[in-house]
């Protein structure tokens, strides 16, 4: 983890973390990391290009340097065949690829991608429907579902949701697979709620909903580990930067640190 660059945050647009897709834990442990050299406020060039280095990938997900990569290499390689698909407004549909080229580069163990035309919308030039986090919190997760239900919850905010089974099969593009619940819970959900509380900055629980005797839906209940406790730290904050802990605390989202909340409410204020 020493290797990779942990400052790294990314943003999506709203539309993409709810869109439709699949991808393997490598492939989107790639994507995160080229979005996070984003300048989520600028703007991209279709010739922007934006690299991923095998040192990146070290000491994660049961790599090592001899295969490292390799693995980077074969990942990339699916990725370009991926496919995400976008809900637009009018009920109509976006279908495009994440990525449109790669550059291999073996002799310095590099690969450098450029984002697909129709997907430079939702990953730059963003001013509202975006969701925001640090790399650092999804990159010991071993589970792309892990990332994903995470994003999710980001996005949602709050400190609950309720998602029907059938909404998150088709999201998570899992339409043919788990007809089981049992197994949808113990590959899925039960990874995801295990990597998210061991290691991210947020602790998270479900339970589910029953219609009669068939499981239909799932709640997420959900809060940030890093909110300081100790009274003292909390007056430190309220005297430097003007807000109160009752505002923060009913403002906080899942993702943000103490300091991104106190930035939000202090841009909300001037």
Not at 54 to 66: R, S, T, Y
Not at 122 to 146: C, M, P
Not at 254 to 268: F, M
Request: aromatic letters at 10%; proline letters at 2%.
């Amino acid at each position: 983890m020493d290797n990779l660059n942990t400052n790294l945050v990314v943003v999506k647009h709203n539309a993409v973390i709810e869109a439709g897709y699949r991808l393997s834990i490598y492939e989107n442990r790639i994507l995160l990391t080229c979005i996070g050299q984003v300048d989520s406020m600028g703007t991209i060039d279709l010739n922007d290009s934006f690299t991923v280095t095998a040192q990146d990938l070290i000491g994660l997900v049961g790599l090592d340097n001899k295969n490292t990569y390799k693995q980077l290499q074969n990942a990339t390689k699916r990725l370009m065949q991926r496919v995400v698909i976008i809900s637009l407004p009018n009920n109509e549909t976006l279908e495009t690829h994440w990525v449109s080229s790669a550059k291999y580069s073996p002799n310095i163990g590099t690969v450098s991608i450029k984002f697909a035309q129709d997907i430079i919308p939702y990953i730059s030039e963003l001013r509202r429907n975006f969701t925001k986090y640090h790399l650092h919190n999804v990159l010991l997760f071993k589970s792309n579902y892990s990332i994903r239900i995470y994003e999710l919850l980001v996005k949602w905010g709050g400190h609950e949701k309720t998602i029907t089974i059938d909404w998150f099969k088709q999201h998570f593009q899992l339409e043919d697979k788990y007809a089981r619940i049992g197994n949808l819970k113990q590959k899925v959900i039960d990874v995801a709620v295990n990597e998210i509380n061991k290691h991210s900055n947020m602790t998270l629980s479900y339970s589910q909903i029953k219609r009669g005797r068939n499981i239909v839906a799932f709640k997420f209940e959900y809060e940030l580990k890093d909110m300081p406790q100790k009274k003292s730290t909390l007056d430190y904050y309220e005297k430097t930067y003007g807000v109160s802990n009752r505002e923060i605390k009913a403002q906080a989202r899942p993702g943000e640190s103490y300091l991104d909340v106190i930035d939000r409410i202090r841009k909300q204020k001037s």
